[in-house]
């Protein structure tokens, strides 16, 4: 998935679902709950200062997303209708968000239900990996092995890819085994330099999927050119050479 502006994608697909339902509003005058409370959000900011009547336009207007953190939180947690909660996440993929950005984040994945799940897995995971919080590096690689959650590991993996923990690579070359997550344990393992990664990418590199042989090739070449770079690199004096010198 690197290479496209997750901030963007985030903000634009939920928009356009929510624009539909405003326009149907208009049209027949029917709300569904969900609507109501994101109009009723919106009021919420309308008073704080932002030019809005959907919590969508919010992507829309520049604005410094720390001034009205607090309540973007506070609304996050309460929402109940699940396009709420996704536009309000989606407007939490800021850079150099504060811890507590993270601490919600990971507690809105754990409690996402029902039948789109799976879905609003996929939107959290991929704010997550915008803002890649270091501090709860232990809740990304708990989630990450976890197989129950499904295509939002492949961006928990991207998260990983940006983050620090011994435990990291052992997890990397274990995910390295499913098919599903290659396309972004390759150049997760490529980004931490593990050049131990090598044989076992060169045997993905026949891959049915165009994306994954791309993203494994690059891989490869990261690794190889690390690895080369250290055989060349002059070994450390020990005492009995340096007294030759």
């Known amino acids: 998935m690197t290479g496209f502006n997750r901030e963007a994608f985030l903000r ?3 928009a356009r679902r929510t624009k539909e339902r405003i326009d149907l509003y208009h049209k027949t005058g029917s709300a569904t709950p969900g609507l109501l409370d ?3 959000i919106a009021k919420d900011f309308r008073d704080a200062g932002l030019d809005i009547t959907s919590v969508s336009e919010l992507k829309h207007i520049a604005f410094d997303r720390r001034a009205i953190l607090p309540m973007l939180l506070d609304h996050t947690i309460k929402a109940r209708d699940p396009e709420v909660k996704l536009e309000l996440i989606s407007n939490l993929a800021i850079k150099n968000a504060p811890p507590e950005v993270g601490n919600v984040l990971i507690d809105e994945f754990r409690h996402a239900s ?6 609003m897995k996929w939107f959290i995971a991929c704010a997550i990996e915008a803002i890649a919080p270091q501090h709860v590096v ?3 690689l708990e989630l990450a092995a976890d197989p129950r959650n499904g295509s939002s590991r492949l961006m928990l993996v991207a ?5 620090r923990h011994p435990r990291i690579v052992p997890l990397l070359m274990e995910l390295l085994q499913d098919p599903d997550l290659t396309l972004e344990v390759a ?3 490529a980004r931490h330099q593990v050049v131990e990664a090598i044989p ?3 045997a993905l590199q026949d891959d049915e999927r165009p994306g994954v042989r791309k993203r494994v090739q690059q891989a490869l070449t990261r690794l190889r050119r690390v690895r080369d770079r250290s055989r060349t690199l002059p070994l ?10």
């Open 12 to 14: 634009s697909e939920i």
């Open 38 to 40: 994101n109009m009723r």
């Open 114 to 119: 029902g039948e789109r799940e799976q879905e």
């Open 138 to 140: 232990e809740d990304v």
């Open 159 to 163: 998260t990983l890819a940006k983050l």
């Open 187 to 189: 150049p997760a393992l």
């Open 200 to 202: 076992h990418l060169e």
């Open 236 to 245: 450390p004096l020990d005492d009995s050479t340096a007294n030759f010198i």
